[in-house]
């Protein structure tokens, strides 16, 4: 089991990864973005059919992935001694950040643009914090665990400080009508994201299971004994 969670962030880097550039690749091709025009956002490219159909399954299934990451980062958090606030704060902001993303790839921006670019602001400011507020608790909590070398930490806190400032810059090169500069920098900062996303493969070396415990709720009437837990 160790093997399988510590390869899934590294999976949904790359699933995310290859599937946009394939998703970008197709729209040029078949002619529905012109890069001649300028360049695209990611959302043009994954306006139109066919492939606004692979944009919302890439989509869905990255964010059911980042969901469990999350998920599991919580259990590992909690289980090095963090508080339960700070912790579940970290967990809310990555869970409400992956359901962004499944929003982005439902609705698309030609369709629903209000609600495309709510699921873009749950997607990429949401999923930046949720990166910082990891960094925040590991300088809190100077007795966490740092897997991996010594270099990774440094690695992520560049990694966040360029997405902070590509989001910064894309939002100003947007509002001033510079579309193809503003739609690169949404693209290095998806790249960032899910690279950070990847990292979390050096947390989860060191899980050894995972384990789902059923508990009992109250019952007005004795039922037959159950097993306590069930491994997965």
């Not at 039922?223 to 491994?231: D, M, N, V």
Request: glycine share 10%.
């Amino acid at each position: 089991m160790r093997g399988y969670l510590s390869l899934l962030p590294a999976f949904l880097a790359l699933w995310a990864t290859s599937g946009i550039w394939i998703v970008f690749a197709i729209a040029v091709a078949n002619g529905t973005v012109n890069l001649s025009e300028g360049f695209p956002y990611i959302s043009i490219c994954g306006s139109y059919p066919p492939q606004s159909c692979i944009f919302g399954q890439l989509l869905n299934l990255g964010a059911a992935m980042a969901a469990w990451i999350c998920i599991l980062r919580y259990h590992q958090l909690r289980n090095w001694g963090v508080g339960k606030g700070p912790n579940q704060l970290i967990l809310w902001t990555g869970l409400f950040s992956a359901l962004g993303t499944s929003v982005v790839g439902n609705f698309q921006e030609k369709n629903q643009k209000p609600t495309h670019l709510a699921g873009a602001f749950l997607a990429f400011i949401l999923g930046n914090l949720y990166f910082w507020l990891q960094l925040l608790l590991l300088w809190r909590m100077k007795t966490l665990p740092q897997p991996g070398a010594l270099w990774i930490r440094p690695l992520r806190l560049g990694l966040c400080s360029l997405c902070t400032i590509l989001i910064v810059a894309m939002i100003i090169l947007h509002s001033q009508q510079l579309r193809s500069a503003s739609a690169i920098c949404e693209w290095v900062t998806a790249m960032l994201l899910f690279s950070l996303f990847g990292l979390f493969s050096v947390d989860f070396s060191g899980l050894d299971n995972c384990t789902l415990s059923l508990q009992p709720g109250p019952s007005l009437s004795p039922s037959p004994a159950s097993p306590g837990s069930l491994s997965v």
